[in-house]
């Protein structure tokens, strides 16, 4: 090897190595191929965005419904995260009102610029901001925004938990984001497998960072609408998950005339919490009481709480049988109906002054091993009030 072919690999290396420990070089955060047992799906490419404004989207999608599922009002901050072309961008400019601009973030500056193209033509000129975001940060203004949609775009975000984490900062006092996904539970949409969505992997994902699911829109004929607030994040919040991790590793065994209590309260453990271990345990308690014979409104809120968060046509049809025989089976009738909204109404607490009390005799009462016990053996009823009143503080308490 000559001197000079030696002096040109020295050079080489010196130069790695310093371009390696230099501080001041931005620290490349590299993306995950997976999150939270699914893989991310590869953004969609700028040439791919004629199909996001194709003729047919209106009748698959019925996007006209989902604006108006969104009640947006006049003045509102909105921000189309993922916002491409502009198909969501520029409809939501006229719910906005003329004085309001809509914020567009997107990480590819040629789909900011089909965009601006677009609204120069219908005249929208300077009622949208364009945002050339990262695939960290989406550099939106921090406390501003009232509604931040993403349509078929959260599962190709490289960066979830950096992403999130920006998206919560940017939230109004009562901002929400509101995920529009394909449904992954239905096998008849027409969708690959890689660009769809579950609500069990939506609540796994979102809860865990700082995220409640506030409200649901369930009548799109292929995705599901998931509207999310701020979680409280306050000590006792915190003090209120720690507890509910540790409880769901506890062993909790009911009887079946208290099943239908236990399962309600494990499904809410799930939506509030995104524990996996409460979501198996409440599936589990459902399949055991549809087996049996016993039908009752504790039974069919239970059923109809995880309904919301599970969609599988098991659970759907008896769900429909419960209901059938409630209104016209054993002589219930329509009488059972009043019960069923008394028990529905008794777990939707709304003053979040009166949380923090129940909250802190439930912390207290847990005991070394995350249980709620009586002479050392678990008491079902002590976990059923104490997970509720753990679970009302989650959902109700105003966040910081």
Known sequence: ??????????LALATMATAQSDPRRPVEVKP??????????????????????????????????????LGIERGDVVCDFGSGNGFYTLPICRLVGPDTKVLAVDIQ???????????AREGLEGRVETI??????????RGKVDLALLVDVYH????????????????????????????????????????????????????????????????????????F?????????????QAM?????ATVGAPRS???????????????????????????????????????????????????????PWLTDAIDDITGALLGGAGLERAAWPEWRAVRDANRRTQPADLVAPARAALDALDDEGRWTRDGTICVADYIVHMHQLCDLLEFALPR
Request: aromatic residues 6%; charged residues 30%.
């Open 245 to 249: 991790a540790r409880a769901s590793g």
């Open 132 to 141: 050339l975001g990262t695939e960290t940060d989406p550099k939106l203004p």
């Open 258 to 312: 208290e099943s239908a209590a236990l399962g309600l309260v494990l499904a809410r453990a799930f939506r509030l919490t995104g524990d996996d271990r409460y979501y198996d345990a409440a599936c589990s308690c459902a399949r055991r009481l549809v087996k049996s014979t016993h039908r009752d409104a504790h039974l069919l809120l239970f059923l109809t709480e995880l309904d919301d968060l599970v969609e599988e």
């Open 156 to 227: 190709e975000l490289s960066h979830p938990e950096e992403t999130l984490r920006a998206l919560r900062d940017s939230l109004s006092s009562d901002g929400r984001i509101v995920l529009v996904e394909f449904r992954a539970e239905d096998p008849k949409v027409p969708i690959k497998k890689l660009h769809k969505m579950s609500k069990r992997q939506v609540l796994r994902e979102l809860v865990p960072n700082g995220f409640r699911l506030v409200e649901q829109f369930d009548e799109l004929p292929w995705q599901h609408v998931m509207f």
């Open 109 to 119: 500056k040629q789909m900011l610029t089909l965009l601006e193209k677009r609204a």
């Open 32 to 69: 995950p191929r997976t999150y939270k047992g699914r893989t991310i799906a590869q953004t969609m490419h700028y040439l791919g965005a004629p199909w996001l404004i194709r003729e047919s989207r209106e009748r698959e999608e019925e996007c006209s419904t989902l604006l108006e599922c």
């Open 229 to 241: 607030g701020r979680a409280p994040d306050n000590d006792l919040s915190q003090q209120a998950r």
């Open 1 to 10: 090897m000559s001197r000079l072919r030696i002096h040109c690999f020295v």
